[in-house]
């Protein structure tokens, strides 16, 4: 019914204009060809009632959310950077994974994060309800915090008393966020496991390469439909490690243990994959990599510079006494006894006939040889600091008198050498923060005295702290102190971006740990240079270890990751730790042991090699195809 | 509950009820629906009662995304129309200076332009709904409208009708098939290569990668069967290598050819539905004098938009504010395709 006065329009413009027609096919601006199927148009008699349009708008709109290609879990968060390969990352899992994946992302590219986007996508549509977090003891907190305020997630941890014992808590909590060690323990084991649920995600999932751990069993028998394993290293000695990790994922995956050793593992090469184009094709089925290459994810640049402490007076007759006294003990007492030349006496240490007179003394079966770990445990004790020693020889071999004059001399030294380059190098650093590791808690606490008497502010941050102390560690760090005292425990998970100067005070023997410390500030976020300190001891386990990374695969230069698959070629398979020690234990004095680092450098320089020319074939061979 | 779980019961409910269900909430996530025989037995549920459930895997028909809850859901529309026809009465039109308001909005390129006439009538505006799908080594999905003034082709940027309060149904509307649907299939997809750009440098960059990632393999084994023959006693047949490379060569580009199967991108276009707006515009006629030729011309003052619609250009279709005309028949060009 038209309105007096106004006309109808009622011809319609194709019938006089001529319609550019739809262009049936066209190009990206890359060149790829975009083909057209339009569909035949509308007809039929028109409704007035909009209910119905409406109902069709909605559906489509539906349908979008469930192709996935609308992201919910994007809306409302706080402070989390949308960067591109974390959010494909998290479309590919919801298109393709079904909720069961391995992401594997090199350090530092936000696994963690991919992964909390993918919990809130599920959340919000509500496709799980039930979730259980396990993660490393140390990250409980701070996984914690960045649940509720990144991704306004709250998950209950679970409490240190008899509740959390019981059945009740564990079926009738929907979000729990449990650090796995706690989760396994005998007392909680079979209640863990015997609730249901929807969604399970395990941070630093490498905790759980071996079948035959705890770790491996408790997330095997959780009853659960979804399962995220998060982890940067999936392969860090062999393969069979991520065969286990796919277990857990999709049993069955891989066949047999039996079946894939025989398909993929080269016989003395554990390392290296047969039938690599199928193992590529089943890995990209429940794996996802990415690499910063892929991503380009360009961050500063970082320096490392190796500072030589020169120990003198009793801390050089501390380190000669040690060493005299380990050849002693590293082989059965028959063969030491027949090696007088192990204790050198062209050295001119008087105590050194007084340890082989000792040594002499005491029988064979007094004292059989130390085993491999006592051994390596005294020799990072000793690279670490001599008060470290001095208590792991008490505690290692504190029953043979011999030791005596050693944990003495050891407790009797205030400061050594690179305590001296230490107080340099912070007192240098002026306001920048600096974050300085340590292995052993005798050294942490012998550096807080350090710093207490130099009057230099610092904080602590130890694995034998409560998650408060550890929290109020972090805070006071970022907020007023210049340096944080930290062990290996500090070293994984936390983001510490702010700073940018990292002292490793003492050295872990595996290039991986070194890598994962310097991962915690040189990862996204970071916008500054980075600046690596190490510290050793001329002449030390941790000075020729230090040259044959610098030097020979120049470790501190590589993106991370790589030293892994530069170590990965060493002949043997074996772990790094072992290797170091197998070279102090296969010479007996320090130029047999110069030569055997020589050795295992040129060792080093041909995986290197080996691992270049291989990248080459295997980035043409799996790319990027686990993206 | 969720709000996407929120969502989804709303839906179903109104779906439902628009098939003649009661549909009753006892929880956030449970409920139940009583069905006519038809509905129920569409369902596949056993008696008039159906169970209703949020959650995935429920009891009855499960609201979750997890389940095929919209695939039922679109047989259950397929009865609904897709058309709608609608009026709005009354609206607002300039009663003011139409000529400053011309002179301000148009550049005329190569004409003289006076105004004639204004006059209010009444247009149809099409509304296309479309669902684009585009499928590659990935997929990327969206839903968007694009309105056409019926009456000159040009597309205007209008609000979302159906969100107008002033609308009613319009009984006596034109049913003719409506003949906008070329038009606007082919600006959908001028849209879309906005809307859609980074999928394609996605797909692009991916592309890219993937051959720079066979070059480099194929290239490796034709460095390494060149290094073979060094480290042999004798030397390799040299027609042997130039086979192998010859084959290396046309393995690569076989690779390379599936690669852009793989890639090649199809684009499917789908109307979701069509609203046709009847509303009150002002028509102003406009003469235009282009060296010894004249024509008339109509543009649109449009009150929803409050301001002149763009002129329809003949090259391209698309509208413009900046105006060329061509000598012989006057016909509107912008300036993409004048120039």
């Not at chain 1, 996984?143 to 509740?163: D, H, I, M, N, Y």
């Not at chain 1, 396994?184 to 905790?207: M, P, Q």
């Not at chain 1, 290039?511 to 510290?535: A, C, D, S, W, Y």
Request: contains cysteine; proline residues 5%.
């Amino acid at each position: 019914m038209l309105k007096p006065g106004l006309q109808r329009v009622s011809k319609e413009s194709p019938a006089k204009i001529k319609i550019a027609q739809p262009n049936p096919s066209w190009k990206t601006p890359g060149g790829i060809p975009i083909r057209l199927h339009a569909g035949s148009g509308l007809n039929g008699a028109a409704t007035d009632d909009v209910e119905s349009l409406l109902l069709h708008l909605e559906h489509a709109r539906l349908g979008l959310l469930q192709g996935f290609d609308q992201l919910l879990c994007l809306e409302g968060l706080h402070d989390v950077a949308h960067l591109a390969h974390q959010i494909e990352t998290v479309r590919k899992v919801l298109r393709h994974f079904r909720g069961r994946v391995l992401l594997a992302d090199e350090v530092g590219l936000g696994k963690t994060i991919e992964a909390c986007l993918l919990l809130r996508e599920y959340l919000l549509r509500g496709l799980v309800k039930r979730v259980l977090i396990l993660v490393p003891s140390p990250l409980v907190s701070q996984w914690r915090e960045e649940l509720q305020s990144k991704f306004g997630l709250e998950f209950s941890v679970p409490p240190r008393t008899v509740a959390s014992d019981r059945p009740e808590y564990w079926a009738n909590t929907d979000l729990v966020l449990s650090s796995l060690p706690f989760a396994k323990s005998k007392r909680r084991f079979d209640v863990v496991t015997a609730a249901k649920w929807d969604l399970v995600i395990v941070d630093e999932a490498h905790h759980c390469k071996n079948r035959a751990t705890l770790n491996w069993k408790l997330v095997n028998q959780l009853k659960r439909r979804h399962l995220f394993l998060l982890t940067a290293t999936p392969v860090q000695n062999n393969l069979l490690e991520l065969y286990n990790l796919l277990t857990l994922l999709e049993p069955g995956h891989l066949k047999t243990e039996t079946d894939f050793k025989k398909r993929y593992v080269r016989r003395g090469s554990p390392r290296d994959p047969l039938n690599r184009e199928r193992l590529r094709s089943l890995l990209g089925e429940v794996m996802i990599r990415n690499t910063r290459s892929l991503v380009q994810m360009d961050l500063p640049p970082r320096y490392a510079q190796t500072l030589m402490a020169q120990p003198r007076g009793a801390e050089q007759t501390l380190y000669q006494q040690l060493n005299e006294y380990l050849r002693l003990r590293k082989t059965p007492p028959a063969a030491a006894k027949g090696k007088p030349s192990d204790a050198n006496p062209s050295d001119g240490f008087a105590d050194a006939s007084a340890v082989e007179k000792q040594a002499a003394e005491k029988t064979d079966s007094t004292f059989p040889p130390l085993s491999r770990k006592q051994l390596s445990t005294l020799l990072l004790a000793s690279g670490s600091h001599p008060r470290a020693l001095a208590q792991s020889l008490e505690n290692v071999a504190g029953d043979d008198i011999r030791t005596r004059p050693i944990i003495e001399l050891a407790r009797s030294i205030k400061r050594s050498a690179k305590d001296e380059k230490l107080l340099e190098l912070l007192r240098q650093s002026g306001q920048d923060k600096v974050l300085v590791f340590a292995c052993f808690r005798r050294t942490l606490e012998h550096l807080q005295q350090l710093l207490d008497d130099a009057g230099i502010a610092y904080a602590t941050f130890s694995g034998s702290q409560s998650q408060k102390q550890k929290d109020a560690a972090v805070e006071a760090f970022r907020e007023q102190t210049p340096v944080l005292l930290c062990s290996e425990a500090g070293g994984e998970g936390h983001n510490l971006q702010f700073a940018n100067t990292l002292v490793n005070f003492d050295l872990p023997w595996n290039p991986m740990k070194i890598e994962q410390r310097v991962g915690r500030i040189h990862r996204i976020g970071q916008t500054r240079e980075v600046f690596v300190f190490n510290l050793c001891a001329v002449n030390s386990l941790e000075a020729r270890l230090l040259d044959l990374l610098t030097d020979k695969i120049r470790m501190f230069e590589l993106v991370v990751g790589e030293v892994g698959s530069i170590l990965g070629n060493l002949d043997g398979g074996e772990e790094f730790e072992s290797l170091v020690l197998n070279l102090w234990l296969q010479s007996h004095d320090d130029q047999e042991l110069e030569r055997s680092f020589d050795t295992f450098g040129q060792s080093l320089l041909e995986a290197q090699e080996k691992y270049v020319e291989t990248k080459e074939l295997d980035e043409a061979l799996f790319g990027d195809d686990y993206e | 509950m969720t709000s996407i779980s929120q969502e989804l019961r709303e839906f179903g409910t109104k779906l439902l009820e628009r098939r003649g269900a009661l549909v009753e909430w006892s929880a956030d996530d449970e409920g139940s629906a009583m069905a006519p025989k038809e509905l129920a037995n569409l369902l596949h549920a056993d008696g008039e009662i159906i169970r209703l459930s949020t959650q995935p895997g429920g009891e009855g028909w499960s609201f979750s995304l997890a389940s095929d809850f919209l695939d039922t859901a679109s047989q259950l529309l397929e009865m609904e129309p897709r058309v709608g026809a609608f009026r709005v009465d009354e609206m607002y039109l300039k009663r003011g200076d139409l000529e400053t308001a011309v002179q301000r909005a148009f550049t005329w390129l190569n004409a003289k332009v006076r105004l004639l006439d204004t006059q209010e009538v009444r247009i149809e505006y099409h509304t296309w709904w479309f669902h684009a799908l585009l499928v590659s080594e990935d997929r990327w999905e969206t839903r968007f409208p694009i309105s056409i003034n019926a009456a000159s082709g040009t597309v205007v940027e209008l609000p979302n009708l159906l969100d107008l309060w002033e609308f009613e149904p319009h009984p006596g509307a034109n049913q003719q098939p409506p003949a906008t649907y070329q038009q606007a299939v082919r600006e959908a997809q001028l849209q879309l290569r906005k809307m859609a750009a980074g999928f394609f440098d996605r797909m692009d960059g991916r592309l890219q990668r993937d051959k720079k990632r066979l070059r480099e393999y194929y290239s490796a084994l034709l460095r390494e069967s060149h290094q073979k023959k060094t480290r042999g006693r004798t030397q390799p047949d040299p027609e042997k290598l130039a086979a192998r490379e010859r084959a290396v060569k046309l393995e690569l580009r076989r690779k390379n050819n599936e690669l852009d199967d793989r890639y090649a991108i199809d684009l499917t276009l789908n109307p979701i539905v069509l609203t046709r707006m009847e509303i009150p515009a002002l028509a102003v006629e406009l003469s235009v004098q282009r060296k010894r030729a004249q024509k008339n011309h109509t543009v649109y003052w449009n009150p929803l938009l409050k301001q002149l619609e763009p002129i329809r250009c003949s090259g391209c279709g698309r509208g413009t504010f900046s105006v060329a005309f061509t000598n012989d028949d006057v016909a509107p060009l912008c300036a993409k395709c004048s120039g």
